[in-house]
């Protein structure tokens, strides 16, 4: 072999190895690469996955809580709306300008075009009703347009505001009734009857009358409000202890009134709660039962205890209610007869009362009647946990 070919095979050989070496850095540079990427997409699944399960818990959460809420894009375009959305605000809508009533939609548009400013943007209110709710939704823009729906069902609230305010219209009427009697006989005593003693005698017994309204109106009151604000004094009473009290309390006027009274409560039975309140409420349904019967009439009252409740009974041969009243007479100044009523001394209270008394000691009253025949009112208390068969009072 020639030096020249020596040569040229030395440097054949030298630059194979060099390109075996730059091949060699390549394929390292290449594999850490490859392992970098896989590393970043490792990172960037990672936090995709992250994103959903995050996603996920908003949206269940969402899915979960009663209040409507709905989503839309700057373009009106729905991008998500929660099922209890769709519940409140009734039919499906896709888009701002679908949506229903008008009063809604015209505040989803105000709301959108809102301007961006720093501060929280200012919810546009409505509310309306709809199938059968009402409800109260308030619309916020979320930027650039887009805006987020809050919807909330307020019927049980505007419900009871309703009740209140009518139980306060209602009050204020039935005060003014007897004040304004009171009034005018006082101012008649004076003007017209000062000469005249028997028209005075006339006078003053009706002053006195609308006195005694006026007073059991208030004291009638006065009982709801306290049992409105729960139990008083609550422990171990024995109901048929009570009930001979109040029968006792009532008998000479029953009696007076040409009326029978029958007690029944054999054994002694014991319930849970406030004996005073318990007290009012057999009061109540005795005093209905008197006032409520001719005379020759028979008034019962019968306690046992029977599958778990103190069960009291009060049965009249008296007047009776219609059917369609039947539901009605607990209902606070429900009254079937007003003039009956009110000429008996009745406030139109006693049932609420009743009612109140028996569902705040966990029971319920119930009510049976023949328009012309009398009527059985049906009160029951459940008995202590411990008792079984009907327990023996404390008292
Ligand atoms: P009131 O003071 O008018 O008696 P209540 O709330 O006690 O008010 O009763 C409501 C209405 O139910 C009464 O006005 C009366 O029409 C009717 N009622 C209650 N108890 C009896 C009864 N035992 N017999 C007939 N009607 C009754």
Same mark, same amino acid.
């Given at each position: 072999m020639t030096a020249l070919a020596w040569v040229l095979a030395a440097v054949g050989a030298l630059a194979a190895m060099v390109l075996a070496a730059l091949l060699a850095r390549e394929r390292s540079r290449s594999a850490e690469a490859a392992r970098s990427s896989a590393a970043e997409l490792a990172d960037l699944d990672a936090r995709a996955a992250d994103q959903a399960e995050r996603v996920r818990t908003r949206e269940e959460i969402l899915a979960t809580i009663g209040d409507g809420i709905v989503l839309f894009a700057?373009?009106? !375009?729905?991008v998500y709306a929660n099922p209890s959305a769709r519940d409140l605000l009734g039919r499906r809508f896709a888009s701002a300008g679908e949506v229903t009533p008008e009063s809604l939609r015209t505040a989803v548009a105000r709301a959108a075009t809102e301007p961006n400013g720093p501060s929280p943007a200012t919810p546009v209110q409505t509310e309306f009703e709809t199938g059968g709710r009402i409800i109260e939704a308030a619309a916020i823009h979320s930027g650039d347009g887009a805006v987020v729906v809050v919807a909330r069902d307020r019927t049980a609230e505007r419900q009871v505001e309703r009740v209140r305010r009518d139980f306060v219209a209602n009050a204020s009427h039935e005060l003014k009734t007897p004040v304004a009697s009171i009034q005018a006989l006082a101012e008649t005593l004076r003007?017209?009857?000062?000469?005249?003693p028997a028209a005075q005698d006339r006078f003053l017994l009706r002053l006195e009358a609308e006195a005694v309204r006026l007073a059991n109106l208030v004291g009638d009151l006065l009982d709801l409000s306290r049992l409105e604000g729960g139990l008083g004094d609550s422990g171990s009473v024995n109901l048929a202890r009570v009930l001979t009290e109040e029968v006792d309390r009532l008998r000479p006027r029953a009696e007076g009134a040409g009326l029978k009274l029958i007690v029944d409560a054999p054994e002694p039975v014991s319930v849970v709660g406030s004996e005073s309140d318990l007290g009012l409420m057999i009061h109540n349904l005795l005093d209905n039962a008197i006032r409520y019967s001719p005379d020759g009439g028979e008034v019962g009252a019968t306690l046992a205890g029977r599958d778990g409740d103190a069960e009291l009974r009060i049965t009249d041969t008296g007047l009776g209610i219609p059917a369609r009243d039947l539901d009605r007479?607990?209902? !606070?100044?429900? !009254?079937?007869?007003p003039a009956r009523s009110r000429g008996t001394?009745?406030?139109?209270?006693g049932l609420a009362i009743v009612r109140h008394v028996a569902e705040s000691h966990g029971g319920d009253v119930e009510v049976r009647s023949v328009l012309g025949a009398g009527s059985t009112f049906i009160v029951r208390i459940p008995l202590p946990e411990?008792?079984?068969?009907?327990a023996v009072a404390a008292s």
């Amino acid at each position: 072999m020639t030096a020249l070919a020596w040569v040229l095979a030395a440097v054949g050989a030298l630059a194979a190895m060099v390109l075996a070496a730059l091949l060699a850095r390549e394929r390292s540079r290449s594999a850490e690469a490859a392992r970098s990427s896989a590393a970043e997409l490792a990172d960037l699944d990672a936090r995709a996955a992250d994103q959903a399960e995050r996603v996920r818990t908003r949206e269940e959460i969402l899915a979960t809580i009663g209040d409507g809420i709905v989503l839309f894009a700057p373009n009106g !375009r729905v991008v998500y709306a929660n099922p209890s959305a769709r519940d409140l605000l009734g039919r499906r809508f896709a888009s701002a300008g679908e949506v229903t009533p008008e009063s809604l939609r015209t505040a989803v548009a105000r709301a959108a075009t809102e301007p961006n400013g720093p501060s929280p943007a200012t919810p546009v209110q409505t509310e309306f009703e709809t199938g059968g709710r009402i409800i109260e939704a308030a619309a916020i823009h979320s930027g650039d347009g887009a805006v987020v729906v809050v919807a909330r069902d307020r019927t049980a609230e505007r419900q009871v505001e309703r009740v209140r305010r009518d139980f306060v219209a209602n009050a204020s009427h039935e005060l003014k009734t007897p004040v304004a009697s009171i009034q005018a006989l006082a101012e008649t005593l004076r003007i017209v009857a000062s000469d005249d003693p028997a028209a005075q005698d006339r006078f003053l017994l009706r002053l006195e009358a609308e006195a005694v309204r006026l007073a059991n109106l208030v004291g009638d009151l006065l009982d709801l409000s306290r049992l409105e604000g729960g139990l008083g004094d609550s422990g171990s009473v024995n109901l048929a202890r009570v009930l001979t009290e109040e029968v006792d309390r009532l008998r000479p006027r029953a009696e007076g009134a040409g009326l029978k009274l029958i007690v029944d409560a054999p054994e002694p039975v014991s319930v849970v709660g406030s004996e005073s309140d318990l007290g009012l409420m057999i009061h109540n349904l005795l005093d209905n039962a008197i006032r409520y019967s001719p005379d020759g009439g028979e008034v019962g009252a019968t306690l046992a205890g029977r599958d778990g409740d103190a069960e009291l009974r009060i049965t009249d041969t008296g007047l009776g209610i219609p059917a369609r009243d039947l539901d009605r007479v607990f209902e !606070r100044f429900y !009254r079937v007869d007003p003039a009956r009523s009110r000429g008996t001394g009745g406030t139109g209270l006693g049932l609420a009362i009743v009612r109140h008394v028996a569902e705040s000691h966990g029971g319920d009253v119930e009510v049976r009647s023949v328009l012309g025949a009398g009527s059985t009112f049906i009160v029951r208390i459940p008995l202590p946990e411990t008792s079984g068969p009907p327990a023996v009072a404390a008292s």
